[in-house]
């Protein structure tokens, strides 16, 4: 059974920087990939980024380009994303998942982690 378990949420200041962690375990990770998911108050999950087992696939959200960078190393169980230039609307619970492809839908990802929290004041 994969297990995932999120690490490196805090509370940051505006334009701030954080790396998020995401630990695999159980599962041959050397064919799945992984992605980013986050969740804030009262709205549904949304997709942040993705990452193919070999590490030369990456696919991001418009919304945190070029200020985020999703990383694993080829085949590897544990996976980050460090954000930099942090803000308010990036707020919510990260989740990592693992699936067999790199996309931004949520429901072809099989395995979830509890997730990491996330708070950026302005």
């Known amino acids: 059974q994969v297990q995932l378990v999120e690490s490196g949420g805090g509370s940051v200041q505006d334009g701030d920087s954080l790396r998020l962690s995401c630990a695999g375990s159980?599962?041959?990770?050397?064919?799945?990939?992984m992605a980013w998911f986050r969740q804030a108050p009262g709205k549904e999950r949304e997709f942040v980024a993705a990452i193919s087992f070999n590490p030369i696939y990456k696919l991001y959200d418009d919304s945190v380009r070029g200020r985020f960078t999703i990383s694993r190393e080829r085949g590897a169980s544990t996976m980050y994303l460090n954000m930099n230039n942090l803000k308010p609307e990036d707020a919510g619970v990260y989740y990592c998942?693992?699936?067999?492809?790199?996309?931004?839908?949520?429901?072809?990802?099989?395995?979830w982690g509890q997730g990491t929290q996330v708070s950026v004041s302005s």
């Open positions: 998942a693992v699936g067999p492809h790199a996309h931004d839908e949520a429901w072809s990802y099989e395995y």
């Open positions: 159980g599962g041959d990770f050397r064919s799945l990939c």
